[in-house]
C-alpha cells in the first residue's frame, strides 16, 4: 500500500494511540449503560460472564481488528479492497468494512440522542436544578426531559453538530490530547465519587450485587447481553479502532496497547458501576430499572453532597466529552474513505455523514414519546437499534473479521505485525482466536438472530 494513501499521518507518539483507542472504548457505554446493564441481568452473573467475554472474545479480537488495520495503513475500506487485489480475500469480504460503517452511523444516531441527555442534565446541574431533590423529582425531571421531543431534539442536534466539527478536523490533531486530561479527571472523579456513594449508599448491598451469582443465573439472555455489551464497550466491530490502528507506530506492541485499552475501559466501567449501584440501593430505586438508571440516581447525591452542584456539572461535562471522543470513532470509517479515496473535504465528509446521523436520531428520539406505539420486532424504534447493532450487527462484523484474520490472511504477516518478545503469546493469541473467540461468537450471532 503506497504512503500516500495514509494522508493522514502517524500518531506522532505510541501511546497516542492508546490514548485514542480508549476514548474510544470509553463513553455512554460505561457510565450509562454498563450500571443499567449490571442491574438488568442479575449483578454479579452478568458481571462474571461480561469479564470472561472481555478475555476470551473481547481482547483477542481488538488485537485482530487493530493487526488488520495497521498492517496495511490505510482505511478499513481500502485495507479490505487491497488484499483482495492481491488475491488474499475474495470479493465478498469487501463489504464487510461498509457494514462496519453502517454500524458506527447506526449506533451514533441513538447514542447522541444519549448523549443530548448528559448536556440537559449538565445544563440542569448549572442551573442548580438538582439542589436538594428527591428520587422522585429526578425521576419527575428525566420523564419530562423523554417526554419532550423539541429539548431532546435541540440537544441531539447541539451534540451532532460537535461531533460534525470535531470529526472534520483531522484525528491526528486534538483527540488525543483531549483524551489524555479526559481519562485521568475521569477515573480519578469516579474514583472519588465512589467512596462518597459507598458512604452515603448501600455499599454492602452492592458489593454482594456485583460479586457474587449463582450459576443459574446465567442464561442464554444474560451471556448474550454481556457479549453484546462486550462488543459495544470494547468499540469492536464498528471499523474505528481498524481505522485507528492505520496510524499506529509500527514499534507499538498491539497485544500491549490492546491490554491497556481493555483494562481502562473496564476499570472506567466496574467504578461507574461502584458510583451507581449504592446510591440506587439506598435510594430504594429498582436495579432493574433501566436506561434511566444513572440519570436519575446520580443528581440525588449531587443535590446532597456539599459543593454537589458544581460537582455534578463536570461529572456531566466529563461524560458528555466521553461521550464526543467515543462519538467521533463511529464517523472515522466513512470520514477517513471518503476523504482517501474521493478526496472529499474531512469536514464536508463528516457534515453530510452528520446529517444522516441527525435524522435518524430524530426519529428515534421521536420513538420515544409521539412514537411510542410504533414496534419494530416488539422493541421501539430507539430500543430496536441498541439491540440491533449491539446483539447482531457488532458480533456479526467481528465474526467476520476475525475469520478473514485468522483464516484468510498468511499467517507470516500476522506475526510480522504482532512483534512480540516471546512467540508464545502470539501462538496463545491466534489459538484462542481461532479455537474460542471465533465459536463463540457463532453462537452469539446466530443466538442474536432467533432472540431478537
Ligand atoms: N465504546 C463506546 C462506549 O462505551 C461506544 C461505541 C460503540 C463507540 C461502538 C464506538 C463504536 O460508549
Known amino acids: 500500500m503506497p504512503e500516500s494513501r495514509c494522508m493522514q499521518g502517524i500518531w506522532s507518539s505510541p501511546w497516542l494511540f492508546i490514548l485514542a483507542a480508549s476514548g474510544s472504548a470509553v463513553g455512554l457505554g460505561n457510565i450509562w449503560k454498563f450500571p443499567y446493564m449490571v442491574g438488568e441481568n442479575g449483578g454479579g452473573a452478568f458481571l462474571f460472564v461480561y469479564l470472561l467475554c472481555l478475555l476470551l472474545v473481547g481482547l483477542p479480537v481488538l488485537i485482530a481488528e487493530v493487526a488488520l488495520g495497521r498492517s496495511v495503513r490505510s482505511n478499513p475500506i481500502d485495507t479490505i479492497n487491497d488484499l483482495h487485489e492481491r488475491h488474499i480475500v475474495t470479493k465478498g469480504w469487501v463489504f464487510v468494512p461498509y457494514l462496519a460503517g453502517l454500524a458506527g452511523f447506526l449506533i451514533l444516531s441513538f447514542y447522541s440522542v444519549i448523549a443530548g441527555w448528559a448536556l440537559a442534565f449538565f445544563e440542569r446541574s448549572l442551573k442548580g436544578v438538582f439542589k436538594g431533590v428527591t428520587k422522585d423529582e429526578t425521576q419527575g425531571i428525566f420523564s419530562t426531559l423523554v417526554g419532550t421531543p423539541t429539548e431532546m431534539l435541540a440537544w441531539h442536534s447541539v451534540f451532532v453538530l460537535l461531533v460534525i466539527l470535531c470529526v472534520g478536523q483531522s484525528v491526528t490533531r486534538g483527540l488525543a490530547m483531549l483524551v489524555k486530561i479526559l481519562l485521568?479527571?475521569?477515573?480519578?472523579?469516579?474514583?472519588?465519587?465512589?467512596?462518597?456513594?459507598?458512604?452515603?449508599?448501600?455499599?454492602?448491598?452492592?458489593?454482594?450485587?456485583?460479586?457474587?451469582?449463582?450459576?443459574?443465573?446465567?442464561?442464554?439472555?444474560?451471556?448474550?447481553?454481556?457479549?453484546?455489551?462486550?462488543?459495544?464497550?470494547?468499540?469492536?466491530?464498528?471499523?474505528?479502532?481498524?481505522?485507528?490502528?492505520?496510524?499506529?507506530?509500527?514499534?507499538?506492541?498491539?497485544?500491549?496497547?490492546?491490554?491497556?485499552?481493555?483494562?481502562?475501559?473496564?476499570?472506567?466501567?466496574?467504578?461507574?458501576?461502584?458510583?451507581?449501584?449504592?446510591?440506587?440501593?439506598?435510594?430504594?430505586?429498582?436495579?432493574?430499572?433501566?436506561?434511566?438508571?444513572?440519570?436519575?440516581?446520580?443528581?440525588?447525591?449531587?443535590?446532597?453532597?456539599?459543593?454537589?452542584?458544581?460537582?455534578?456539572?463536570?461529572?456531566?461535562?466529563?461524560?458528555?466529552?466521553?461521550?464526543?471522543?467515543?462519538?467521533?470513532?463511529?464517523?472515522?470509517?466513512?470520514?477517513?474513505?471518503?476523504?482517501?479515496?474521493?478526496?472529499?473535504?474531512?469536514?464536508?465528509?463528516?457534515?453530510?455523514?452528520?446529517?444522516?446521523?441527525?435524522?435518524?436520531?430524530?426519529?428515534?428520539?421521536?420513538?420515544?414519546?409521539?412514537?411510542?406505539?410504533?414496534?419494530?420486532?416488539?422493541?421501539?424504534?430507539?430500543?430496536?437499534?441498541?439491540?440491533?447493532?449491539?446483539?447482531?450487527?457488532?458480533?456479526?462484523?467481528?465474526?467476520?473479521?476475525?475469520?478473514?484474520?485468522?483464516?484468510?490472511?498468511?499467517?507470516?504477516?500476522?506475526?510480522?505485525?504482532?512483534?512480540?518478545?516471546?512467540?508464545?503469546?502470539?501462538?496463545?493469541?491466534?489459538?484462542?482466536?481461532?479455537?474460542?473467540?471465533?465459536?463463540?461468537?457463532?453462537?452469539?450471532?446466530?443466538?442474536?438472530?432467533?432472540?431478537?
Open 184 to 452: 485521568p479527571v475521569l477515573i480519578v472523579m469516579l474514583f472519588g465519587l465512589s467512596i462518597y456513594s459507598s458512604i452515603v449508599g448501600d455499599f454492602d448491598k452492592t458489593v454482594s450485587f456485583l460479586f457474587s451469582w449463582n450459576w443459574n443465573q446465567i442464561t442464554p439472555d444474560v451471556v448474550l447481553a454481556a457479549v453484546g455489551h462486550a462488543f459495544f464497550s470494547l468499540s469492536i466491530g464498528m471499523g474505528g479502532m481498524f481505522a485507528y490502528a492505520a496510524y499506529m507506530s509500527k514499534h507499538m506492541s498491539i497485544a500491549r496497547a490492546c491490554t491497556i485499552v481493555v483494562g481502562v475501559d473496564t476499570l472506567v466501567a466496574i467504578l461507574a458501576g461502584l458510583v451507581v449501584l449504592p446510591l440506587v440501593f439506598s435510594l430504594n430505586i429498582d436495579v432493574d430499572t433501566g436506561p434511566s438508571l444513572t440519570f436519575v440516581s446520580l443528581p440525588v447525591a449531587f443535590g446532597r453532597l456539599p459543593g454537589g452542584l458544581f460537582v455534578g456539572a463536570i461529572f456531566f461535562l466529563l461524560l458528555i466529552l466521553a461521550a464526543l471522543t467515543s462519538a467521533i470513532s463511529m464517523l472515522e470509517l466513512f470520514v477517513s474513505w471518503l476523504h482517501e479515496r474521493f478526496y472529499v473535504s474531512r469536514l464536508k465528509a463528516a457534515f453530510g455523514l452528520g446529517v444522516g446521523v441527525w435524522l435518524l436520531g430524530f426519529i428515534s428520539l421521536l420513538s420515544l414519546n409521539e412514537w411510542k406505539d410504533i414496534h419494530i420486532f416488539g422493541f421501539i424504534i430507539f430500543d430496536f437499534l441498541d439491540k440491533f447493532t449491539s446483539l447482531i450487527l457488532l458480533p456479526m462484523i467481528a465474526l467476520l473479521l476475525s475469520v478473514l484474520v485468522a483464516l484468510r490472511i498468511p499467517r507470516n504477516m500476522l506475526e510480522n505485525e504482532l512483534i512480540t518478545r516471546n512467540p508464545k503469546h502470539f501462538k496463545w493469541w491466534y489459538n484462542v482466536l481461532k479455537f474460542c473467540s471465533i465459536p463463540i461468537m457463532v453462537v452469539i450471532t446466530v443466538g442474536g438472530w432467533i432472540g431478537v
